[in-house]
């Protein structure tokens, strides 16, 4: 019989040293991008922020506010070429077990409308959508609204 391997999942804490790597990432991902101050920042204000790693490979990364009883999450990315692979929602997954341990009662996000697999990915998790604001992103030509979600813990 063949043995079949499986690649091996793990997370890790973000750290300043990763940034690089997640901006070559990001900018591939997103059409609008944050930039790497926005990462630095997020690292140097003590948010939650993870890397996850396939076979020691980065696959992903996450940053997540947590206030009091609620997490915000701020930023999640899987590198294109492991998308659609289950990996966005074993991160998500990661995150709640994190933003539990820490007290929080529930998760909320924004996303644009018109980012089809984050709202996908969100809904599929068991986010509901609990409202929106108004020309909340930048746009090409003009900015767009955000929906605004939220999934209890
Ligand atoms: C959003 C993102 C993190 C999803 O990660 P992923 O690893 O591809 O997601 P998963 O494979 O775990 O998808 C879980 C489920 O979400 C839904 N989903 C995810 N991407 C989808 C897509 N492009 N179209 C339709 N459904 C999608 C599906 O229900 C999927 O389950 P299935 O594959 O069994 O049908 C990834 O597409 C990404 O990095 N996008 C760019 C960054 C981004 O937009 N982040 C969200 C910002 S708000």
Redesign the pocket.
């Known amino acids: 019989m063949n043995a079949v391997l499986q690649p091996r999942l793990d997370f890790r804490p973000m750290r300043l040293e990763d940034v690089d790597a997640i901006m070559a990432v990001e900018k591939t ?2 059409p609008f991008p944050w930039t790497a101050g926005n990462f630095i920042d997020s690292l140097t204000s003590g948010y939650s922020a993870w890397i996850c790693r396939e076979d020691g490979l980065m696959v ?1 990364y996450a940053v997540m506010m947590l206030v009091l009883d609620e997490a915000h999450l701020l ?4 590198v294109a070429e ?9 991160l998500l997954d990661y995150l709640f077990q994190v933003a539990r341990a820490a007290g929080a009662r529930r998760m909320l ?1 924004e ?2 409308p018109s ?4 709202c ?2 969100y809904r ?1 998790c068991g986010f509901v959508e609990i409202g929106r604001r108004r020309g909340y992103y930048p746009g090409h030509r003009s900015r767009e609204d955000a929906i605004v979600m939220e999934r209890e813990l």
């Open positions: 991902i997103y992903g930023n999640i990315g899987i492991r998308q659609r692979a289950g990996l966005g929602g074993t996000l996303v644009r980012n089809v697999s984050g996908a990915l599929h």
